[in-house]
Each structure stands twice: as structure tokens, then as C-alpha cells.
């Protein structure tokens, strides 16, 4: 794969080992959580990942993130629950603004989706469904069929532990199982940790003069294990540690947790908000 073209859409048109942590000392706060799944949502089946790679630097991003929030608020309504997910990507800032959420590792993530999606251009506004069906960010028509006819799988059933081992990182302990079963292949068991509210003022660039507004940001993703030939019931679990940044705030964040195979689907995910006072 080399996709050597970049766009940034201006049209609304689609496009056809567990990682290990640091012991908190006895004055760190700690917290358990556990996913806020309805018993309802469990029988359906689990919620669906959906990850936009976006930018500051692309004109179009900013009505596509708009979108996004309204899908994460619940405002189409949706049967299927969702995990919204941005990930901001870092080739448009040479365009005039570095977009201080942007990082070459979700760059390099769009990209193993264009090869695994058999794409030949990386683009911006892009939405990609349960890693395996994508479209343009800002057809809301394309992403709502998009997620109403993906593959949903069952909910994992982690409880997960929040721990402040320092002021500067956050320790997350995850424990329970996977609900669905994991061949020889292999999967990952992935953990992000994203930040809402966020805004800013955007003084260069393609959206000069703009006061631009992201949610679900992606701020930090870790691999908390890898797994493979296991019952959908067996107990997984294992320990990440973030490294924050300065003006974190807990009550603006959540956590993602989703099941990924190495051709990139999505067969399990769930969601945790972090506790107001960790």
C-alpha cells in the first residue's frame, strides 16, 4: 500500500501480553466502574465502534465532528448502541495550523484501514464503522446505514478500576469477559481514553477566524492484551497506564474498550465514563 493522495472532502457524497503498570502508593484515590449496558442492550448485542479520522487543518472536518457529537448525544436515534471515537490525524498541518490533537499514530492507524478497506486515497473527514465498512464523515445518510447494517457482537463484560498512582498518569485495571470467542488468530484487546468539551480558537490555516468544538477525542490508545484461542467466557485481564496532560479533568473523559482482529474488524466494545472525583 502507498496512497499518495490526500483529500480533505468538501462534498457529502460516500465513498463506495498484557501491558503492565506502576503500583499506587495508599494515597492514591482509586474507583471501580462498571459499563453502563442495559440488560436489553446486551440481548441485542453490543454497541458499534465508530472511529473518524479528522483534522483541524481540513475545512470540512469541523461539520463532520458536529455530526459526530450528535451521534454520540444519541440524536439519530439509532437502534444500535454506539463507541465514538476521533482520531485526529496530523498530515494537514502544514496546511498553516498544527492541530494540537493531532498525532502521527492516528495517521498510521487511517492508513491501515485504507489498505485493509482495499482504498487507494487517505482522506479526511473519514468514518470507519466495526473496522470493516467506511464512508465520508459528514453523510449523515452514509454513516446511518453504515452503522444500522454492521455486525454487532456481544458486549464485554470488564469492570474496570481507576487508579491515580501519580497526579500526572491514571492506571486502569480492566477484568471480565470477552463474550465472544477468539480463535488461533488472535485479537487485541485495545483501551482508549478520550476527552469531550474540547475547544478551540483557530487563528491560521484552513479554518481561519473559527472557533472549533471536538468531542470524543482520542487522547491516548494502549494495548491491554492480546488474545487468542479463548471461550467467550474465559476471564480476561490485565492493566494500562496513561500518561495525562496538563489540564486533564476526569469529568470530561471515558474510556473505550473494544476487541480488534489483525484484519482490523471490531467484534466487541464497550464504554466507561471516568468517575468524577478520580
Same mark, same amino acid.
Given at each position: 500500500?502507498?496512497?499518495?493522495?490526500?483529500?480533505?472532502?468538501?462534498?457529502?457524497?460516500?465513498?463506495?501480553?498484557?501491558?503492565?503498570?506502576?503500583?499506587?502508593?495508599? =494515597?492514591?484515590?482509586?474507583?471501580? !466502574?462498571?459499563?453502563? /449496558?442495559?440488560?436489553?442492550?446486551?440481548?441485542?448485542?453490543? @454497541? $458499534? *465502534? +465508530?472511529?473518524?479520522?479528522?483534522?483541524?487543518?481540513?475545512?470540512? =472536518?469541523?461539520?463532520?465532528?458536529? !455530526?459526530?457529537?450528535? /451521534?454520540?448525544?444519541?440524536?439519530?436515534?439509532?437502534?444500535? @448502541? $454506539? *463507541? +465514538?471515537?476521533?482520531?485526529?490525524?496530523?498530515?494537514?498541518?502544514?496546511?498553516?495550523?498544527?492541530?494540537?490533537?493531532?498525532?502521527?499514530?492516528?495517521?498510521?492507524?487511517?492508513?491501515?484501514?485504507?489498505?485493509?478497506?482495499?482504498?487507494?486515497?487517505?482522506?479526511?473527514?473519514?468514518?470507519?464503522?466495526?473496522?470493516?465498512?467506511?464512508?465520508?464523515?459528514?453523510?449523515?445518510?452514509?454513516?446511518?446505514?453504515?452503522?444500522?447494517?454492521?455486525?454487532?457482537?456481544?458486549?464485554?463484560?470488564?469492570?474496570?478500576?481507576?487508579?491515580?498512582?501519580?497526579?500526572?498518569?491514571?492506571?486502569?485495571?480492566?477484568?471480565?469477559?470477552?463474550?465472544?470467542?477468539?480463535?488461533?488468530?488472535?485479537?487485541?484487546?485495545?483501551?482508549?481514553?478520550?476527552?469531550?468539551?474540547?475547544?478551540?480558537?483557530?487563528?491560521?490555516?484552513?479554518?481561519?477566524?473559527?472557533?472549533?468544538?471536538?468531542?470524543?477525542?482520542?487522547?491516548?490508545?494502549?494495548?491491554?492484551?492480546?488474545?487468542?484461542?479463548?471461550?467467550?467466557?474465559?476471564?480476561?485481564?490485565?492493566?494500562?497506564?496513561?500518561?495525562?496532560?496538563?489540564?486533564?479533568?476526569?469529568?470530561?473523559?471515558?474510556?473505550?474498550?473494544?476487541?480488534?482482529?489483525?484484519?482490523?474488524?471490531?467484534?466487541?466494545?464497550?464504554?466507561?465514563?471516568?468517575?468524577?472525583?478520580?
Amino acid at each position: 500500500m502507498a496512497p499518495r493522495l490526500w483529500s480533505c472532502f468538501r462534498s457529502s457524497s460516500s465513498k463506495g501480553s498484557t501491558t503492565g503498570g506502576g503500583v499506587s502508593d495508599a =494515597s492514591a484515590s482509586r474507583r471501580v !466502574v462498571t459499563a453502563d /449496558l442495559t440488560s436489553e442492550e446486551q440481548k441485542r448485542g453490543g @454497541p $458499534v *465502534v +465508530v472511529e473518524m479520522f479528522s483534522s483541524q487543518g481540513c475545512a470540512t =472536518s469541523p461539520a463532520a465532528e458536529l !455530526v459526530l457529537s450528535r /451521534l454520540g448525544r444519541g440524536d439519530f436515534e439509532l437502534e444500535a @448502541p $454506539v *463507541v +465514538v471515537l476521533a482520531f485526529h490525524v496530523d498530515y494537514w498541518d502544514y496546511m498553516g495550523w498544527k492541530d494540537p490533537f493531532g498525532a502521527s499514530q492516528w495517521t498510521v492507524r487511517q492508513k491501515a484501514y485504507v489498505e485493509a478497506l482495499g482504498l487507494d486515497t487517505i482522506f479526511t473527514p473519514q468514518v470507519v464503522v466495526q473496522g470493516k465498512a467506511q464512508c465520508v464523515g459528514n453523510d449523515e445518510n452514509a454513516l446511518v446505514s453504515a452503522i444500522t447494517s454492521a455486525p454487532r457482537f456481544p458486549a464485554p463484560t470488564f469492570q474496570a478500576t481507576f487508579t491515580r498512582p501519580a497526579p500526572d498518569s491514571l492506571q486502569v485495571s480492566l477484568t471480565g469477559a470477552l463474550r465472544t470467542k477468539v480463535d488461533s488468530d488472535g485479537a487485541n484487546v485495545m483501551v482508549a481514553l478520550y476527552e469531550n468539551g474540547l475547544v478551540t480558537d483557530c487563528p491560521r490555516g484552513e479554518n481561519k477566524g473559527r472557533v472549533l468544538s471536538n468531542d470524543y477525542v482520542v487522547r491516548k490508545l494502549e494495548k491491554l492484551c492480546t488474545v487468542k484461542d479463548i471461550s467467550a467466557k474465559k476471564t480476561v485481564s490485565g492493566m494500562v497506564n496513561f500518561p495525562l496532560w496538563e489540564g486533564f479533568k476526569s469529568s470530561k473523559c471515558g474510556l473505550a474498550v473494544f476487541v480488534q482482529s489483525k484484519s482490523h474488524q471490531i467484534f466487541g466494545s464497550q464504554s466507561f465514563q471516568l468517575p468524577d472525583d478520580i
